[in-house]
């Protein structure tokens, strides 16, 4: 019973965040920079990945791709963690289960190759060293138990502890940069031993402030993207936390992010029945994909991975189900 009811605010957020992100994706025709924008070249990769016929995913919520090239899916099903060879042929799946895989939300990899792991349920983000073992946790799991012994009940969180948290990324000098997203709404810096070092951002629409802050990226120069969902907008910041752009007028609503490696960056953006792709100043470069459940369509872009320019993999919350689109 209290798993349960742990799960009814992430579940309340989302109805919540639905009621929002389809009233934003209704009023997207009168972008005219999105409906200038040109299609982008990528075409799906039919049956790319291949897994045993007896796994049936759940909502396929996250992808990351670390530095061998290998994928990994996140999904709400039973078999929680899925990896996969550059080819798409089936390695081994992770965490059937256990109690960390409660809400999972997203995956990242570090610039060192540990996993990263978020819990919106829990409240937690685990990072995971390269043979898989639990390395550091920040964050505080709901522990019911202690009410009755040394907490006091609904009373005010510290700082460190997370309102159901939606992604992670990382500063050039080991800074942890965790987005918490549909409770707080605020961005939480740590330093690269774990410790709290500042926030900002609290609910709402001024500049600087979040209403579901639901991933981030941080560029070469170490800017940093926010994805401020439910404002249907992008923020820009520094690593300090101060505010460089907002980015409005958008294709759609942003779910989702992933940054390529390399001199030339660009954005892949996750969005509701498309992605779109944008340069580091905001400009939409291109737009693909319409809404739908069925292979080619997309829905709920709750995540995205580009490994490279050229190649997106696309996970599809609504549709259970990770497509590899590349360009050709």
């Not at 460190?160 to 940069?177: E, H, K, L, N």
């Not at 709404?185 to 951002?201: L, M």
């Not at 752009?245 to 490696?261: A, N, R």
């Not at 459940?293 to 997106?312: I, S």
Request: proline share 6%.
């Amino acid at each position: 019973m209290m798993k349960r009811l742990r799960i009814l605010p992430i579940v309340f957020a989302l109805v919540v965040q639905f009621v929002s992100v389809k009233f934003a994706f209704g009023q997207e025709a009168g972008n005219m920079q999105g409906a200038a924008a040109p299609q982008l070249p990528l075409h799906l990769v039919s049956n790319f990945f291949k897994y045993p016929a007896t796994y049936v995913l759940g909502e396929v919520i996250g992808v990351a791709v670390n530095a061998k090239g290998h994928i990994f899916l996140l999904n709400r099903g039973y078999h929680p963690l899925l990896e996969f060879n550059p080819d798409g042929s089936f390695v081994r799946s992770m965490g059937e289960g256990s109690g960390e895989f409660e809400g999972a939300h997203s995956i990242r990899f570090d610039p060192q190759d540990n996993m990263w792991y978020i819990d919106a349920a829990s409240n937690m983000v685990i990072k995971f060293d390269t043979q898989g073992r639990t390395e550091e946790v920040l964050g505080m799991r709901p522990e019911p138990w202690t009410w009755a012994t040394h907490v006091i009940e609904h009373a005010v969180p510290s700082k460190v502890a997370f309102y159901q948290p939606t992604d992670v990324t990382w500063g050039a000098d080991g800074s942890v940069f965790i987005s918490d997203g549909y409770g707080n709404s605020r961005i939480v810096k740590f330093d690269k031993e774990g410790n709290y070092v500042k926030q900002w951002g609290e609910r709402g629409t001024g500049k600087g402030d979040f209403n579901t802050p639901h991933s981030i990226v941080i560029d070469k120069n170490q800017t940093l993207y926010v994805a401020d969902r439910a404002n249907n907008r992008i923020q820009t910041f520094d690593t300090d936390g101060n505010l460089k752009q907002v980015w409005t007028g958008l294709p759609g609503p942003p779910w989702s992010f992933c940054i390529t490696p390399g001199p030339n960056q660009v954005i892949y953006v996750g969005s509701v029945g498309k992605i779109y792709k944008l340069d580091l100043t905001g400009k939409v470069l291109g737009v693909l994909g319409h809404y739908g459940r069925t292979p080619g369509t997309m829905d709920w872009v709750h995540a995205v991975a580009c490994p490279d320019e050229k190649t997106v993999y696309v996970s599809e919350e609504q549709a259970w189900r990770l497509d590899k689109y590349v360009e050709q």
